[in-house]
């Protein structure tokens, strides 16, 4: 399973299986240390089962029909699949169709010729009970597969949603007498929520992630993937639908460059390449998952916290020493949009404000517009800043400038007054922002070039 891959010349392997099962929104909670430069923390899935996003069926052989002749052959050959390294075939050439279906007596041998043993080494899975070593190698479990690399995972569990006070009022079934039914009604009730409703969609995931686990889940990890079971549910419909990831980052990771400013003090970024962000957090990669997502991050209180969110974040005090920043979406965008910047950067602010710059910061969330985007748009409904005129005819979004401490007179004197027309004039040739707001950070020189789409 150690799949040597060149990302300079290779395409990346899309292990993720997105026609059972799709990621619709991550909760991630993370502290960055730049001291040991980890980043760990957990993140929450909320799933939907069946192929198609908005598809309110159960029934996962409907879903299947609905699939390409592909994608059901996949399905079919489930539970185990495991991608041959073969390194003969091009990584560009390989699809789904190119995994090879390993047997029962297969897979056993891989557990018992130490193949634990050598990924505990390797990828420093620090719990063994949860492997694949458990003994029901021959279970006809459905497997929940995201892409990832580099990542200690540490803990997987069952997030028991049903908990959460007054989260049945989702549930549209109250007779549901199967508890984890009812967990999983009420997270397909929540991820269907209509777009006018974003800011409840949000709040509840936030508090669904802080609810207790409820089981943990047996997991295994590879090179290029997270492979995550639950003993006797055999399909992504029986699947638990929200569950948690205890991990942390490596430093070696290449999602994250962690580097030094040009006032030569520690910051982290995204690098967005050669691997997105699957050393940052197990994500589904391929184009068909869409997903929203929130994040909380913790770091020292003298760093700032940059996100792609569409709030302008601004940092909450923990306790001495520490703050905490939050950031969300509402409009759903592949894993690989998802960055991150953190460090000891200076706000370059005018040196007046004014009262155009206050009126945009108070039109910054989505507003309670129709966000029905009914032959208008034609992509799954989420709060689109095209349907809200008060988007469509803000020239100016909001925007802020980060730079670090050396270059923030610079930035003050020739930066600032050059972003109001470019952002103007982008929306004369382009019209609507699609974003609500704009963070514009100096980065490190060693920043690649096009580091994130
Ligand atoms: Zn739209």
């Given at each position: 399973m150690d799949i040597k891959l060149d990302p300079s010349r290779d395409d990346l392997p899309l292990m993720a299986n997105t026609s059972h099962i799709l990621v619709k929104h991550y909760v991630l909670d993370l502290d960055v240390d730049f001291e040991s430069q980890i980043i760990d923390g957990t993140l929450v899935l909320f799933l939907e089962s069946g192929n198609r996003s908005r598809k309110k069926s159960g029934s996962t052989e409907e879903a299947c029909r609905s699939e390409s002749n592909e994608a059901c052959r996949f399905r079919k050959l489930e539970p185990c699949h495991v991608p041959v390294a073969d390194t003969r075939t091009s990584w560009s050439q390989m699809g789904y169709s190119d995994f090879a279906i390993c047997g029962k007596g297969e897979r056993d041998t891989s557990g018992k010729d130490g193949n634990h043993d050598n990924q505990e080494q390797t990828y420093g899975i620090s719990s063994s009970k949860h492997c694949c070593d458990t003994g029901n190698h021959g279970s006809e479990d459905f497997l929940l597969v995201l892409d990832c690399c580099d990542l200690s995972v540490l803990r997987v569990e069952e997030v028991d949603v049903a908990a959460v006070p007054g989260i049945e009022k989702f549930t549209r079934s109250p007779k549901l007498t199967v508890v984890s039914e009812l967990r999983n009604q009420i997270v397909r009730e929540l991820v269907t929520l209509p777009a006018d409703r974003w800011r409840e969609q949000l709040d509840y995931y936030a508090w669904c992630s802080l609810a207790p686990g409820c089981g943990e889940l047996l997991f295994d990890t590879d090179t290029w993937s997270l492979q995550i079971r639950k003993t006797g549910a055999q399909t992504a419909t029986a699947f638990p639908h929200a569950i948690r990831i205890r991990y942390r980052t490596k430093p070696q990771g290449r999602s994250v460059t962690w580097t030094s400013d040009q006032s030569g003090r520690p910051c982290v970024?995204?690098?967005?390449?050669?691997?997105?962000?699957?050393?940052?957090?197990?994500?589904?990669?391929?184009?068909?998952?869409?997903?929203?997502?929130?994040?909380?991050?913790?770091?020292?209180?003298?760093?700032?916290?940059?996100?792609?969110?569409?709030?302008?974040?601004?940092?909450?005090?923990?306790?001495?020493?520490?703050?905490?920043?939050?950031?969300?979406?509402?409009?759903?965008?592949?894993?690989?949009?998802?960055?991150?910047?953190?460090?000891?950067?200076?706000?370059?602010?005018?040196?007046?404000?004014?009262?155009?710059?206050?009126?945009?910061?108070?039109?910054?969330?989505?507003?309670?517009?129709?966000?029905?985007?009914?032959?208008?748009?034609?992509?799954?409904?989420?709060?689109?800043?095209?349907?809200?005129?008060?988007?469509?005819?803000?020239?100016?979004?909001?925007?802020r400038v980060f730079a670090p401490e050396r270059l923030a007179g610079a930035c003050q004197e020739t930066l600032l007054q050059l972003l109001s027309p470019c952002l103007s004039a982008a929306h004369a040739v382009l019209g609507t922002h699609p974003f609500s707001r704009l963070d514009v950070l100096i980065v490190p020189a060693n920043f690649p070039s096009l580091g994130m789409a």
């Open positions: 970024y995204t690098m967005g390449s050669p691997i997105n962000n699957r050393a940052l957090f197990p994500c589904q990669e391929p184009p068909v998952a869409m997903s929203t997502w929130q994040a909380t991050v913790r770091a020292a209180a003298s760093f700032v916290v940059l996100m792609s969110g569409e709030n302008s974040a601004k940092p909450t005090q923990l306790r001495e020493g520490c703050s905490s920043w939050h950031y969300y979406v509402t409009m759903p965008m592949p894993a690989s949009t998802f960055t991150i910047a953190v460090g000891p950067w200076t706000e370059v602010k005018p040196e007046t404000c004014s009262p155009s710059d206050l009126a945009a910061e108070r039109s910054l969330s989505p507003s309670e517009a129709d966000f029905r985007c009914a032959g208008v748009c034609g992509h799954m409904e989420y709060p689109c800043r095209f349907q809200d005129p008060s988007a469509t005819t803000q020239e100016i979004i909001p925007h």
